[in-house]
């Protein structure tokens, strides 16, 4: 009785294990197909330095978005000529953020999340955390964004 | 003379001839029996008799959504070109912007309609024994048409769609664990791109319309199985004292008769407002100010803002989140809590429980939209 009670268990056993194999053995190629578009991406996101020439960037007191390998940046050149680069997706819930000169703040529009436009620090609303900053070097005729 | 006696043996004949036609089905598909259950199927009259209506308007609104799908499907490109294809459909095809304007209205008004269905099923208690399982499938088949419409709004590849998007499945990638992976299948990278559109264009046109098909067999069938019922104040009812129509003809009538009305409301709506296409997305730009999702979103989106506001951070965005499933899993368990005609308490607090979904979606929402 014992004997066959065990010898049930392990054909069970074998059994599910092989089912699960098997279905682990369709599952993955499944998988890595439909997730193709997100490891390119992956790839792209390993970026961490972009230059842009003197003539892209944007007038003083505006700001512009670009696309930082797999990342979006605002980059926003203050009234006083400094330039600062932030994440430009919004840390609630994914929106792209907006830079309003009059209001000297980041808006978002989605919830009325705020960002400080210096530090990127999140200020009012649903926003959890604070903009990630990039780096921004002024060289000649050009500038280079970073990401440490 | 002999011509109406000819007219008299042709149309007996004719009839001969069906009833031989009539039998030989008969015999292979068992029509008679079929048609034995069908005779004996009645409809409960009575005060509340109208919302019986809103299954069927539900109804007739999918099948005209698989119409119109299939003939947007004719045209429609999904990927990179969805947008062109969409405007094409909308500005160069002759009556596209109508059967584009018929789609787009229908799929409100199937949400719509749907949910006065369901809060008529939870006010009637229809989801007491033995109709349990009414209840869950139509849950699941109200959370497919949520997905159906949420998944629709983004093939046109619009700005609104694309953010609508990226803030709708920011919530499920907000899990812990599963949500990369959820990104990396359903959105196919890092952002909502036309990897998206494609993919969303899959679900929407083949894998929620079969889904949704058998779920909803499987609802039909049970009310074939378990008819109507009645509310509690016509339980209360001695029963000789509550009266019932046949299924066939009478309420069938009424129903075709409902679905026409419902029908040519849908064609003045599509007529009179033709659904707009707005500016083609573009992934570097901000969102637009006011942005908001689409009416049947809005009370989540209000409760999301405004726990933002209150309570800043995770905490806010889980507890809303929370609040959501928490109010969905026992709006589910409602059949197993108020499970029979006798149980005074447990009716009413599950009235109650209604009765705050109603109010407080309607206050959602009203609220959401005053404080665009
Ligand atoms: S996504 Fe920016 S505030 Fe919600």
Same mark, same amino acid.
């Not at chain 2, 001839?17 to 008969?26: M, S, T, Y």
């Not at chain 2, 308007?57 to 959504?65: G, N």
């Not at chain 2, 409760?303 to 989140?321: A, C, D, R, S, T």
């Given at each position: 009785?014992?004997?066959?009670?065990?010898?049930?268990?392990?054909i069970?056993?074998?059994?599910?294990?092989?089912?699960?194999?098997?279905?682990?053995?369709?599952?993955?190629?499944?998988?890595?197909?439909?997730?193709?578009?997100?490891?390119e991406?992956?790839?792209?996101?390993?970026?961490?330095?972009?230059?842009?020439?003197?003539e892209?960037?944007?007038?003083?007191?505006?700001?512009? *978005?670009?696309?930082?390998?797999?990342?979006?940046? *605002?980059?926003?050149?203050?009234?006083?000529?400094?330039m600062?680069?932030?994440?430009?997706?919004?840390?609630?819930?994914?929106?792209?953020?907006?830079?309003?000169?009059?209001?000297?703040?980041?808006?978002?529009?989605?919830?009325?999340?705020?960002?400080?436009?210096?530090?990127?620090q999140?200020?009012?609303?649903?926003?959890?955390?604070?903009?990630?900053?990039?780096?921004?070097?002024?060289?000649?005729?050009?500038?280079? *964004?970073?990401?440490? | 003379?002999?011509?109406?006696?000819?007219?008299?043996?042709?149309?007996?004949?004719?009839?001969?001839?069906?009833a031989?036609?009539?039998?030989?089905?008969?015999?292979?598909?068992?029509?008679?029996?079929?048609?034995?259950?069908?005779?004996?199927?009645?409809?409960?009259?009575?005060?509340?008799?109208?919302?019986?209506?809103?299954?069927?308007?539900?109804?007739?609104?999918?099948?005209?959504?698989?119409?119109?799908?299939? !003939?947007?499907?004719?045209?429609?490109?999904?990927?990179?070109?969805?947008?062109?294809?969409?405007?094409?459909?909308?500005?160069?095809?002759?009556?596209?912007?109508?059967?584009?304007?018929?789609?787009?209205?229908?799929?409100?008004?199937?949400?719509?309609?749907?949910?006065?269905?369901?809060?008529?099923?939870?006010?009637?208690?229809?989801?007491?024994?033995?109709?349990?399982?009414?209840?869950?499938?139509?849950?699941?088949?109200?959370? !497919?048409?949520?997905?159906?419409?949420f998944?629709?709004?983004? !093939?046109?590849?619009?700005?609104?769609?694309?953010?609508?998007?990226?803030?709708?499945?920011?919530?499920?990638?907000?899990?812990?664990?599963?949500?990369?992976?959820?990104?990396?299948?359903?959105?196919?990278?890092? &952002?909502?791109?036309?990897?998206?559109?494609?993919?969303?264009?899959?679900?929407?046109?083949?894998?929620?319309?079969?889904v949704?098909?058998?779920?909803?067999?499987?609802?039909?069938?049970?009310?074939?199985?378990h008819?109507?019922?009645?509310?509690?104040?016509? &339980?209360?009812?001695?029963?000789?004292?509550?009266?019932?129509?046949?299924?066939?003809?009478?309420?069938?009538?009424?129903?075709?008769?409902?679905?026409?009305?419902?029908?040519?409301?849908?064609?003045?709506?599509?007529?009179?407002?033709?659904?707009?296409?707005g500016?083609?997305?573009?992934?570097?730009?901000?969102a637009?100010?006011?942005?908001?999702?689409?009416?049947?979103?809005?009370?989540?989106?209000?409760?999301?803002?405004?726990?933002?506001?209150?309570?800043?951070?995770?905490?806010?965005?889980?507890?809303?989140?929370?609040?959501?499933?928490?109010?969905?899993?026992?709006?589910?368990?409602?059949?197993?809590?108020?499970?029979?005609?006798?149980?005074?308490?447990?009716?009413?607090?599950?009235?109650?429980?209604?009765?705050?979904?109603?109010?407080?979606?309607?206050?959602?929402?009203i609220?959401?939209?005053?404080?665009?």
């Amino acid at each position: 009785m014992p004997a066959d009670l065990t010898r049930r268990k392990l054909i069970w056993g074998g059994l599910g294990a092989a089912a699960a194999a098997y279905a682990g053995a369709l599952g993955y190629p499944v998988y890595r197909y439909l997730a193709d578009p997100a490891e390119e991406a992956a790839e792209l996101a390993k970026v961490t330095e972009m230059e842009l020439p003197e003539e892209e960037l944007p007038a003083a007191g505006s700001a512009t *978005i670009l696309q930082f390998g797999a990342r979006k940046a *605002i980059l926003i050149r203050h009234d006083d000529d400094t330039m600062v680069c932030f994440s430009a997706v919004c840390t609630h819930l994914g929106c792209t953020v907006a830079y309003q000169a009059d209001q000297d703040r980041i808006y978002c529009a989605c919830h009325g999340g705020v960002y400080d436009p210096r530090t990127g620090q999140n200020v009012s609303g649903p926003p959890p955390r604070p903009l990630e900053e990039f780096n921004v070097e002024r060289l000649d005729g050009k500038v280079v *964004i970073r990401r440490a | 003379m002999w011509r109406g006696s000819m007219a008299k043996s042709s149309s007996a004949g004719l009839s001969a001839l069906g009833a031989r036609v009539w039998n030989w089905c008969d015999e292979r598909l068992a029509l008679s029996s079929i048609w034995a259950i069908a005779e004996k199927k009645t409809v409960p009259l009575h005060r509340h008799t109208f919302w019986y209506f809103w299954g069927g308007i539900s109804l007739l609104l999918f099948i005209v959504q698989a119409i119109t799908g299939v !003939l947007l499907l004719i045209y429609y490109r999904p990927g990179p070109e969805a947008y062109d294809s969409v405007r094409s459909i909308t500005y160069d095809i002759q009556f596209g912007w109508f059967v584009r304007s018929l789609h787009s209205w229908a799929a409100n008004l199937m949400v719509f309609a749907v949910f006065v269905h369901m809060f008529s099923v939870a006010f009637m208690k229809a989801y007491r024994r033995p109709r349990e399982f009414g209840w869950w499938t139509g849950l699941a088949l109200m959370g !497919l048409v949520l997905v159906f419409g949420f998944s629709g709004y983004l !093939l046109p590849w619009d700005e609104l769609s694309y953010f609508a998007t990226a803030v709708g499945l920011e919530i499920p990638r907000s899990l812990p664990g599963v949500g990369a992976l959820i990104a990396n299948i359903v959105q196919g990278g890092p &952002e909502v791109s036309t990897v998206t559109v494609q993919r969303f264009f899959a679900l929407h046109v083949f894998v929620l319309p079969l889904v949704f098909m058998g779920i909803l067999g499987v609802h039909l069938a049970l009310i074939m199985k378990h008819g109507s019922a009645v509310p509690p104040s016509e &339980e209360a009812r001695p029963e000789r004292e509550r009266r019932s129509i046949p299924f066939f003809p009478n309420f069938a009538t009424q129903d075709l008769v409902m679905w026409l009305i419902c029908f040519n409301v849908l064609c003045v709506m599509a007529f009179v407002f033709p659904w707009q296409l707005g500016k083609p997305a573009d992934p570097l730009a901000s969102a637009p100010e006011g942005i908001h999702p689409e009416w049947y979103f809005m009370s989540q989106f209000q409760v999301l803002k405004v726990l933002g506001e209150w309570i800043p951070g995770y905490l806010g965005e889980i507890l809303g989140i929370g609040l959501f499933t928490l109010g969905g899993v026992l709006w589910g368990l409602l059949p197993l809590y108020d499970n029979t005609s006798q149980s005074g308490v447990r009716a009413r607090h599950a009235t109650w429980l209604a009765l705050i979904a109603l109010i407080g979606l309607l206050a959602l929402t009203i609220w959401g939209y005053a404080g665009l």
